[in-house]
Nanobody
Framework: QLQLVESGGGLVQPGGSLRLSCAAS????????IAWFRQAPGKEREGVAC????????NYADSVKGRFTISRDNAKNTVYLQMNSLKPEDTAIYYC????????????????????WGQGTQVTVSS
């Protein structure tokens, strides 16, 4: 499996910002679409954002649209999630994921479930 490592989480006040990073090692990230998911305590895992392999296409969950921006720097083998105007309901563990090789390379969230996942980074939004 591919190795993905998230970083950048932390504690932030409501209205604040964080930038998460998803770094790949041992493989070239630019072949894959990459998605961010999150899971809050007692809730199901939710797809947050996805970016195509080229970076030319993105999509977002309605709950984060207009506040979060996904981007990638293929030269640095890294995908980012810029999170602005954070709300307490954004509190969760955030994961990045790549789909397995034997599925279409598309930003369809269900395609990522059997792929490669990072260990997650905690984001807590609280005053």
């Amino acid at each position: 499996q591919l190795q993905l490592v998230e970083s950048g989480g932390g504690l932030v006040q409501p209205g604040g910002s964080l930038r998460l990073s998803c770094a790949a090692s041992g493989f070239t990230l630019n072949y894959y679409p990459i998605a961010w998911f999150r899971q809050a305590p007692g809730k199901e895992r939710e797809g947050v954002a996805c970016i195509s392999s080229s970076g030319g296409s993105t999509n977002y969950a309605d709950s984060v649209k207009g506040r979060f921006t996904i981007s990638r720097d293929n030269a640095k083998n890294t995908v980012y999630l810029q999170m602005n105007s954070l709300k307490p309901e954004d509190t969760a563990i955030y994961y990045c994921a790549a789909p397995p090789l034997d599925v279409p390379r598309m930003c369809i969230m269900s395609l990522f479930h059997s792929g490669s996942w990072g260990q997650g980074t905690q984001v807590t939004v609280s005053s």
